[in-house]
């Protein structure tokens, strides 16, 4: 199960995140959707602690933190439940394609080399990366920069994947590989938490959706219900100009 309870994030005196909640369970595909500058990365951000709540509770498993008591033992193990995967990549410029998944399994997770290197070969094979293992970031498209940065967030085998826009830097083209890599993990029962602007991939892959307006939840539903039938009147607007 993941849980979100009053997550409040502020950067000075502007409120971004205004006391949003929401709960999955394992083998949901959530998608969060929104306007651009209303939270939606935040969200992913403060949900592990790369921005730190001003108040809120997470919980991924049997892991629960408490932002105003948090410690830096709770967030590390908050962290280890989940990976993300970025809209910029964000690997490592000076290691190869398997030094960067192979990476957090030997420095976080302490697996020997050989056990990192096994588990790694295998996932990028798993995402079509294998003949790609010994090049470095510069050499490797926008789309296999990202299968990269899936395998990488595979490898320390999390509870769920956050997703933040895992397409939005990548041309036309490459777009619909990387939604189809996606489709397989949801089909295999990975739970994910993906911020897109894709709408056909929410339609068809997620269980769950939420609408994000002002820093707020203005309406949580499945796809059916906010494909068919909105309810608040913003989304209403939103979907009516995307669609």
Do not use: C
């Not at 595979?154 to 997703?163: M, Q, R, S």
Request: hydrophobic fraction near 40%.
């Amino acid at each position: 199960m993941i849980k979100v309870e009053d997550l409040y994030v502020e950067f000075g005196a502007t409120k971004v995140l205004n006391g949003v909640s929401f709960e999955i369970e394992q083998g949901d595909v959530l998608a969060i959707i929104g306007p651009s500058g209303t939270g939606k990365s935040t969200l992913l951000r403060g949900m592990n602690f790369l921005i730190p709540p001003k108040k809120g509770r997470v919980t991924v498993g049997d892991v629960t933190v408490d932002a105003e008591r948090a410690s830096k033992k709770q967030i590390k193990a908050l962290r280890e439940q989940m990976a993300m995967v970025y809209q910029n990549y964000n690997l490592y410029k000076n290691m190869t394609a398997l030094q960067n998944v192979m990476e957090a399994l030997v420095t976080v997770h302490h697996k020997s080399k050989k056990e990192a290197e096994e588990i790694s070969l295998g996932l990028l094979e798993k995402v079509g990366m294998s003949d790609r293992k010994d090049f470095y970031p510069s050499r490797l498209s926008g789309g296999q920069q990202q299968r990269v940065g899936i395998a990488r967030a595979l490898a320390v085998n999390p509870k769920v994947i956050l997703f933040d826009e895992p397409t939005s830097a990548l041309d036309p083209e490459m777009v619909g590989d990387i939604l189809e890599l996606m489709k397989q993990l949801a089909e295999s029962g990975m739970t994910m938490i993906v911020v897109t602007h894709e709408m056909g991939f929410a339609r068809e892959v997620a269980t769950k959706m939420i609408f994000m307006d002002g820093g707020v939840i203005r309406e949580a539903g499945t796809p059916k219900e906010f494909f068919e039938n909105p309810k608040d009147q913003r989304l209403k607007e939103f979907m009516s100009k995307i669609l």
